[in-house]
């Protein structure tokens, strides 16, 4: 199993920039496909950006174009680059990893706050 450490969140003025990351320890990093999720309070959790093990990505169409999920498997770390930052990016990001993007959730970091002030 994964152990997941979230970290890089903060507050940010509108169009600022954040690097978010995740540092895995545990099962092989490298074997799982990986995801960034978000929850705002009072909303569902939402898939903003997947990576799979072989590099493919997905993004939420809220994001294109502003964030870039990436990978370091020497590094075990996973990273979200945020730019143009909106309010509405303002949420709990959670790291997660999974045998496939359609199944990220087997395991989950405690999350990072992102707060984006207009």
């Known amino acids: 199993q994964v152990q997941l450490v979230e970290s890089g969140g903060g507050l940010v003025q509108a169009g600022g920039s954040l690097r978010l990351s995740c540092a895995a320890s545990?099962?092989?990093?490298?074997?799982?496909?990986m995801g960034w999720y978000r929850q705002a309070p009072g909303k569902e959790r939402e898939l903003v950006a997947a990576?799979?093990?072989?590099?493919?990505?997905y993004y939420a169409d809220s994001v294109k174009g502003r964030f870039t999920i990436s990978r370091d498997n020497a590094k075990n770390t996973l990273f979200l680059q945020m730019s143009s930052l909106k309010p509405e990016d303002t949420a709990m990001y959670y790291c997660?990893?999974?045998?496939?993007?359609?199944?990220?959730?087997?395991?989950w970091g405690q999350g990072t706050q992102v707060t984006v002030s207009s």
């Open positions: 997660a990893s999974g045998p496939s993007i359609a199944s990220l959730g087997d395991c």
């Open positions: 990576i799979s093990r072989g590099f493919s990505t």
């Open positions: 545990g099962s092989i990093f490298r074997l799982n496909d």
